[in-house]
């Protein structure tokens, strides 16, 4: 199916780029065209453009394993696609030195690796690191941005606590601080809402609507992709299998066509459009696979000792 023309989004905006009649329109913050890319010999992307104009949230959906990791990780360069473009600003993103390309794009990050316990104001001040000096040395100025992030992000009373130790939804608010300290011209998030409660989940993506930057999220839930992105790019298998204003690139027989659940579409009170949705049987009997498609065997019973994760699991389970 082709996804036809990008319509412009109809979701509320706290600002964004001038229009009115006769105006150019100005060159997206990121486009990318054509990304095609395989691992191995298992093609993921499949010439799939996107792009995203200052302003505007543009969620990225698709069920998965439908290559929503992929392309985001093509779009901020940490991965090199087999084929296509990608235009930060009109320019290639391959001609930016990384510093540069750091500057402009923040990727959300899921979680902060590493052994040293930091500090959330540590962490948030990371995001500082591609606009310090030579020597790396904190300014004023990047102390205030940082706290004001965190404080944007309803977390500056968490500033002295130890990241590590903080539950799930504060990490989240942190890491998204960290995101704004770095001021881009871009975020990137993926899965921004995993873990969150209903709340928290609101809450997040309030904070990225009311900041009013070009961003790509990816999102499972349909629903908050509904509320609060501008366009929608629906991937399915690699393909873009649908992409506009999430009226029309969400209209529930596509939903119900690329996630094999049947949709119904209903208006929430404030206008915006929302889905129920009823799983359906698959279509073919049972889900277990027949012995033969089993591509393992079977490992020997007769005095063979259990993998010591499996030992440890059914001795859990016998303190249940
Ligand atoms: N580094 C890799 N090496 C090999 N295969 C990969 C790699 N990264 C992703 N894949 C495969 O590419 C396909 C797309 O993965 P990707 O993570 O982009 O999907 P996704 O849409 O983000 O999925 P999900 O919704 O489950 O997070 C999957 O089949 C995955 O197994």
Redesign the pocket.
């Known amino acids: 199916m082709s996804p036809g023309p990008d319509v412009p989004g109809t979701a509320p905006r706290a600002g964004g780029a001038p229009s009115g009649p006769g105006a150019e329109p100005p060159a997206p913050v990121l486009e990318a065209r054509g990304l095609t890319h395989a ?2 010999a ?1 093609p ?2 499949r010439g799939v453009d996107l792009r995203v104009d200052d302003g505007e949230i543009v969620g990225l959906v ?12 093509i779009l901020h360069r940490e ?1 090199v696609p087999d084929a296509g473009q990608v235009l930060l600003e009109g320019r290639d993103l391959g001609g930016y030195a990384g510093r540069e390309r750091a500057q402009r794009i923040a990727v959300m990050a899921q979680e902060i690796s590493g052994e040293v316990p930091l500090t959330v104001a540590d962490v948030v001040l990371l995001g500082r690191i591609p606009h310090s000096g030579t020597f790396g040395s904190t300014s004023d100025a990047d102390l205030q941005i940082a706290a004001r992030a965190l404080e944007d992000c309803g977390a500056l009373h968490l500033a002295r606590r130890e990241f590590g130790l903080l539950s799930g939804g504060e990490k989240q608010r942190v890491l998204i601080a960290r995101a704004l300290a770095q001021q881009p011209r871009l975020l990137l998030m ?2 921004p809402t995993n873990h969150l409660d209903i709340g928290s989940q609101h809450h997040v993506l309030r904070i990225v609507r009311a900041k009013n930057l070009a961003t790509i999220v ?1 999102l ?1 839930d349909l629903n908050l992709a509904a509320r609060y992105c501008d366009r929608v790019v629906v ?1 399915a298998d ?1 393909h873009v299998q649908s992409k506009g204003p999430p009226r029309v690139a969400l209209a529930a027989h596509l939903v119900s066509a690329t996630y094999g659940v049947a949709a119904e579409r209903a208006m929430a009170d404030d206008g915006i459009t929302q889905f129920l949705f009823r799983g359906q049987e698959p279509e073919h009997g049972s889900s277990t696979p027949a012995t033969s498609a089993i591509p393992f065997t079977k490992t020997p019973t007769v005095g063979a000792t259990p993998p010591a994760d499996t030992a440890q699991e059914t001795t859990d389970d016998a303190h249940r």
């Not at 698709?62 to 990780?73: D, E, I, Q, V």
């Open positions: 691992f191995g298992k993921v992307l698709g069920p998965n394993g439908s290559g929503k990791t992929t392309a985001l990780r991965l993926d899965e990816v499972h991937l690699g």
